[in-house]
């Protein structure tokens, strides 16, 4: 069940005059460690000395925004990164550095997502891409003997497989109206202002996660 010093938290950001049946969870921040320094220092090993500029270059083309919604094949991906920064990088070092950034699910958070499917319809809704999701896929696999993200979640919303991204209000309504869920019965937590603003938007119940939260503190036992 919701934690009562969380519950008093959402009652000062939202209206709540329902009980919460659906829990909407992104992955980045908030379930699992992420570390975007890693990817640039990785393509800075690889001769990329500026991919801070590259990615920013790269944005007003929007090549990442692309990736994210699937409009963008992933060899057409790698190869910008290799237009732009002019060097001759391999398919699996593009994919390496890029990925570098992905870093554990704590054991901690697998245990409470197994807890709260008892009482809750679990989701997970990530602005994504197809590099990220197959490499962390299978790292869960070696690490965890499963890809775990199927089977703690009644189902899985990527950004790059539904063409939808956060914050637009039409990512969550495609969220809503794909489970049937009433969004004030429905509670979405995030790490980033942007996109709790588009799930009220939305109607959702929503609470911004924070580096001084700790996921199974807004829980109790």
């Given at each position: ?27 980045g921040n908030?379930?699992?460690h992420l ?38 094949a992933v ?147």
């Amino acid at each position: 069940m919701l934690h009562p010093a969380f519950i008093a938290r959402l009652r000062e950001q939202n209206i709540m005059n329902k009980p919460i049946k659906n829990i909407i969870f992104d992955l980045g921040n908030v379930l699992i460690h992420l570390h975007p320094e890693l990817t640039l220092e990785r393509f800075r090993e690889l001769g990329v000395a500026d991919f801070d500029q590259l990615y920013t270059l790269m944005k007003q083309t929007d090549i990442f925004n692309r990736l994210e919604t699937g409009t963008i094949a992933v060899a057409s991906f790698r190869e910008a990164i290799r237009r732009h920064a002019g060097l001759p990088l391999t398919d699996r070092q593009i994919d390496d550095a890029w990925c570098a950034m992905l870093l554990d699910f704590p054991d901690e958070n697998i245990a409470l997502l197994r807890r709260l499917r008892d009482r809750y319809q679990l989701y997970l809704f990530s602005n994504t891409n197809q590099i990220h999701m197959d490499y962390y896929l299978d790292k869960l696999e070696k690490e965890k003997g499963s890809p775990l993200l199927p089977d703690l979640f009644d189902r899985t919303f990527y950004s790059h497989e539904i063409g939808f991204r956060k914050p637009d209000r039409d990512a969550f309504q495609y969220v809503l109206t794909s489970e049937n869920m009433k969004p004030a019965e429905t509670l979405f937590i995030d790490d980033l202002e942007r996109n709790i603003t588009g799930a009220r938007s939305a109607g959702i119940q929503a609470c911004r996660f924070t580096k001084n939260d700790r996921l199974p503190d807004l829980f109790t036992q």
